[in-house]
């Protein structure tokens, strides 16, 4: 049998039996084997075996040292994306494994996935809808929250359709199955996400991008390194084995990636003692660089609680009577929506109470009023002050509370009234102002956002003046203005209203996909969310933020958990990525002005049936004390600036003058050598003493300006390069530095000096 995405075997027959629904196969995504082949057989991961298996053969063991990071880079992108295969496969928006379905007149628990087309099935408070279904007896209040945004539950009534991932809230009801696998509305939502690829690492990219471009050199190079060494040269075989993979490795830039990912993993625990998860590596580095951030109201600027902020008694009523009064309306009301569990919350159902129960009438969207009947006192109102008690001036009795959510009006009957009595004669006892409070660290949030240059958009499901009033206390730039996405009538207004307001209310979940997308034409762009109706818009984002009190399926999905739900956390993870990427910006350039000398060098040799100037424990110590220790060093700086330069700038402007430097020094000294004749081992002296000063230079420019701590750094660097020379300098089979070598060493570092500001200056000025 075929497996089908989210059907049971006996669902596929049904379904190929009725003909009546699309079948679609389960998502095809990337299996184990597939994962390892594409991170263990790459190009360059051949080129390095290739040079570690040459070296092998001619027993240069110390020189294999290199496979270790080798093998470190691909394991770590090996557990990348097993980890984001497990993330995505785990994705599932119905949480409730069972649902109680009617079959030959008895209620029996059936697991979802034996579910089948026209089963009866049965809702009460609290039941997650599992399936789609159309409402065959009965009246219910559910909240479609998770799937809309929108927090105002709904009244569904006999033939309306129950959406799969919503919750009954109030009465129960029967209802017949229309929809099971993935033609079920919250299955769309979550195949739709599986769908979405995640964004991919800039650094990662440019890494990739320039390994493919050596991937050119390589073969070539190395296999005319070895056809003069042998032949034109007549060198030993393991002499020239070592000396060409010397080349081959100076080419490839193994430690960077290492590097950066170390970097990243530091962050990721530092984030974690700070109640950030990440899921996803690079997302600390992608969410540095962004230029919008799209947020949720509710649960993200708001606790997503909605709480009573204050009691209000009209007339001759007392507030210690009015809130007795409410303790026996909330100890016998069964509603269950969140405007009553604030009530619950606030009044503390009471165990006894001196009132009887009679009845109780739910609250109901369409009627925006419940009641509960008690014997002593008749009946106790609570509703939209509107609608309970149209004809009371409300407004003279609202000056003095503040600018809440939302207004209830209690009003009072002698008479018990039922769902379909009209009201009238209402005596108002009270108002109570019911508010979703504003998280505390919000306004400061937002604030740092609009000083970084992160423009803040609010995209919700709710009423757009609910979500207004809340973005302004939040210091949302322009929040006073605002459109309902439900007015848009086609992608072109969409894409206007998101390039032009900063408040969007009543949004849906394609319509927030959308947005996300316009918004990605020209700027990098993060989402927050915390309800599946954010999913689509979430893979659709650069970077995927959820908060910890969201649901399942959107932690499931996304690359960073706030997992105390608070906004706040973003500005540390902003910081540590910006930290991670500007210190591996800087180091890249350390790490690339080798390999781009060593492909000059490596053509100029070729050019001159020359044999490699180094050997490999010169390039070890270069290695050392240019790449690695002022890499390293580098990570501590605490620079939380947005970066200013991308990688491929930075190396531009820093890597290729000294480089270039280097290869035409190298070209002057060998015409030099032709004149006042050099021997090899001189000339191999000067060349390295050379590299080792403009290396180290690049160093001192990428430090620039100097403070206490790189000074500190550059002092130790140079010590240790030196004590390095003089300790293992019969290792590093240097010629002695006599008057005569110093004397051309003095004159070609004056010359280098003067190509590489040279270079310095051209390349800035055709940057700007």
Not at 346 to 360: G, L, N
Request: aromatic share 8%; with cysteine; charged share 20%.
């Amino acid at each position: 049998m075929e497996k089908y995405y989210g059907l049971s075997n006996v669902q596929v027959d049904q379904l190929k039996k009725e003909g009546k629904q699309n079948l679609q196969p389960l998502s095809n995504s990337k299996s184990l084997k597939k994962i390892l082949s594409d991170n263990l057989f790459t190009l360059f991961n051949a080129y390095n075996f290739i040079i570690a298996v040459a070296l092998f053969s001619v027993k240069s063991y110390a020189s294999l040292i290199f496979m270790i990071v080798v093998l470190i880079n691909a394991g770590m992108s090996i557990l990348q994306e097993l980890r984001s295969k497990k993330m995505v496969a785990q994705l599932s928006i119905i949480t409730s494994p069972k649902t109680i379905v009617l079959r030959e007149g008895t209620k029996i628990s059936l697991d979802n996935e034996d579910l089948v087309l026209g089963d009866l099935i049965f809702y009460e408070p609290g039941n997650q809808i599992s399936t789609d279904a159309k409402l065959i007896e009965g009246s219910v209040e559910v909240d479609e929250s998770l799937l809309t945004g929108e927090s105002i539950s709904v009244t569904k009534n006999t033939k309306d359709t129950l959406l799969s991932g919503s919750y009954i809230i109030s009465g129960s009801c029967y209802a017949e199955v229309v929809h099971i696998g993935i033609n079920n509305y919250a299955t769309q939502l979550a195949f739709e996400a599986k769908q979405r690829t995640t964004a991919k690492s800039d650094l990662i990219i440019f890494f990739n991008k320039i390994t493919k471009l050596l991937s050119f050199f390589t073969i070539p190079l190395g296999g005319l390194l070895i056809w003069q060494g042998l032949f034109l040269r007549n060198q030993p075989l393991d002499i020239t084995i070592i000396s060409t993979s010397t080349v081959l490795l100076g080419m490839l830039p193994k430690g960077l990636v290492l590097l950066t990912t170390l970097s990243l993993i530091g962050s990721v625990y530092k984030l974690g003692g700070k109640k950030a998860l990440i899921q996803d590596l690079f997302s600390i580095e992608t969410l540095s660089k962004i230029d919008t951030l799209c947020i949720d109201k509710t649960g993200t600027l708001t606790y997503g609680k909605m709480e009573v902020s204050g009691i209000y008694p009209i007339g001759d009523v007392s507030h210690s009577s009015l809130e007795n009064l409410l303790g026996a309306v909330v100890t016998y009301s069964k509603d269950n929506n969140s405007t009553f569990q604030a009530l619950q919350e606030h009044f503390k159902p009471e165990v006894e109470t001196p009132y009887k129960f009679i009845q109780q009438v739910d609250f109901s969207s369409d009627r925006k009023w419940s009641s509960v009947t008690l014997k002593q006192i008749g009946s106790v109102i609570i509703g939209a002050p509107d609608i309970v008690a149209p004809h009371f001036d409300i407004k003279k009795h609202i000056g003095l509370i503040p600018n809440e959510q939302r207004i209830l009006l209690i009003g009072h009957m002698k008479t018990a009234i039922d769902k379909n009595s009209k009201l009238t004669g209402i005596e108002p006892l009270g108002i109570i102002s019911i508010t979703d409070q504003i998280r505390q660290s919000v306004p400061e949030t937002i604030d740092f956002f609009n000083t970084n240059g992160i423009d803040v958009k609010v995209i919700s499901g709710d009423r757009p003046e609910t979500v207004s009033a809340i973005a302004l206390q939040a210091g949302i730039k322009h929040a006073s203005s605002y459109i309902d996405a439900s007015t848009l009538k086609n992608d072109s207004d969409l894409k206007k209203a998101i390039l032009e307001y900063n408040v969007i209310g009543r949004a849906t979940p394609s319509q927030k996909s959308k947005m996300v997308c316009y918004l990605k034409e020209k700027n990098r762009v993060a989402m927050t969310g915390d309800g599946v109706n954010d999913i689509l818009a979430l893979k659709d984002a650069d970077c995927s933020i959820a908060m910890g009190s969201g649901s399942d399926a959107v932690r499931q999905i996304s690359q960073i958990i706030l997992l105390d739900s608070n906004l706040s956390s973003l500005i540390d993870v902003i910081k540590e990525g910006r930290l991670v990427v500007n210190n591996t910006i800087r180091s890249a350039s350390m790490y690339y002005v080798k390999t781009i000398y060593t492909v000059g060098l490596a053509i100029l040799v070729i050019l001159g049936n020359l044999p490699f100037p180094f050997i490999p424990f010169q390039i070890m110590l270069l290695d050392m004390f240019v790449e690695g220790f002022p890499s390293f060093m580098i990570s501590f700086e605490k620079n939380t600036k947005k970066p200013v330069d991308t990688i491929g700038s930075h190396v531009l402007k820093f890597s290729v003058p000294n480089a270039l430097s280097i290869i035409l020094s190298s070209v002057i000294l060998y015409f030099y050598s032709l004149i006042q004749p050099l021997s090899l081992a001189e000339y191999s002296t000067i060349l390295f003493v050379l590299i080792s000063f403009l290396s180290l230079h690049l160093i001192y420019r990428i430090y620039r300006p100097l403070n206490r701590y790189r000074g500190c750094v550059l002092f130790i660097n140079l010590i240790g390069f030196y004590l390095g020379i003089t300790l293992f300098s019969p290792l590093l089979k240097l010629q002695p530095m006599t008057s005569r070598l110093f004397t051309i060493l003095a004159a070609a570092i004056f010359v280098s000096i003067l190509i590489t500001y040279f270079f310095v200056f051209l390349i800035r000025k055709n940057l700007e």
